[in-house]
């Protein structure tokens, strides 16, 4: 265990989408290189096939509302509830504890 | 916003899988199945692409404790690391706020 674990945020969003998604890979990475330029952005996991996941990680829960405030980031929201999503959740959580496990490399420790 | 909310937690498993996923998908099935079974269990999402993520999640620590804990899940885990998994991350996350945008019917919310 890694006792100086220092806990941060993450926001998982999971969402399911309309028919109509024309345009939305290309938003979505527009939005993923936006919010890599953000002030506490520390990392992004994203997978779909029934449901969409996003997990996105930040330093701080300021960091998190300053995102949601970035205006193009306000476009995409408002696109994604007219076009793209028939339904969407997001979650804001703080991460207590983590472990990993890995075969190519000795699981990642701080002393 | 609701401010009846009541904290809960999340267990976000993030993985990257080995060529030799025989039997795998028979596995998580199953571990669902018996995820749904434990006491403090609350629901589940998941999806995968070039990565995998199972968001599960739970009314208390303790509940995440014992499933981890649970004999046939410990052989799953243990199956895991030599078998399906290359690497894997696990969060242990306290969800503090959460909404929801949905086209078929109003928000969920709580007065």
Redesign the interface.
């Known amino acids: 265990m890694n006792n100086d674990f220092k806990p941060y945020y993450?926001v998982?969003f999971?969402s399911t989408q309309?028919e109509n998604i024309e345009s939305y890979s290309k938003m979505a990475d527009k939005m993923e290189a936006l919010a890599k330029q953000q002030d506490g952005y520390l990392g992004i996991?994203?997978?779909?096939?029934?449901?969409?996941?996003t997990?996105s990680y930040w330093d701080s829960l300021d960091a998190i509302k300053n995102w949601k405030q970035q205006s193009e980031h306000l476009q995409a929201q408002q696109k994604g509830?007219t076009v793209w999503?028939?339904?969407?959740?997001?979650?804001?959580?703080?991460?207590?504890?983590?472990?990993?496990?890995?075969?190519?490399s000795p699981p990642i420790s701080k002393h």
């Open positions: 993450a998982i999971t309309n996991d994203s997978a779909r096939d029934h449901v969409g996941i997990v509830r999503y028939s339904w969407y959740n997001v979650k804001i959580c703080k991460v207590e504890r983590e472990y990993e496990f890995t075969t190519s």
